[in-house]
Nanobody, 115 residues
Framework: QVHLVESGGGLVQPGGSLRLACVAS????????MGWYRQAPGEQRELVAT???????NHADSVKSRFTISGDNTKNTVYLQMNSLKPEDTAVYYC?????????WGQGTQVTVSS
């Protein structure tokens, strides 16, 4: 079992920045893919960005050049740096981890972009 705990959400004005963090604990494999997804009210959950244990990253087109995902293997933590935030980035952001055949989700953290 793996537990994921997110932090860093909140209310920010358009153009502002936030950094989300996801700490993983439990029985983890050395090779993994971790990432962030988001879900706005009335919308489906969508991929934001992923990072592998080898450091390979992938970002959705809607957030490229604004968001950056990174991982710290020594701390079992994945970060999502979000800059130039827009109202349409408002959503609950979920941390996701894939270890072999197993998939885990965090509880989510709310990000609201509003003036």
């Amino acid at each position: 079992q793996v537990h994921l705990v997110e932090s860093g959400g909140g209310l920010v004005q358009p153009g502002g920045s936030l950094r989300l963090a996801c700490v993983a604990s439990g029985n983890m494999f050395s090779q993994y893919t971790m990432g962030w997804y988001r879900q706005a009210p009335g919308e489906q959950r969508e991929l934001v960005a992923t990072v592998t244990s080898g450091g390979r990253t992938n970002h959705a087109d809607s957030v490229k050049s604004r968001f950056t995902i990174s991982g710290d293997n020594t701390k079992n933590t994945v970060y999502l740096q979000m800059n130039s935030l827009k109202p349409e980035d408002t959503a609950v952001y979920y941390c996701n981890a894939k270890f072999g055949p197993y998939i885990y989700w965090g509880q989510g953290t709310q990000v609201t972009v509003s003036s």
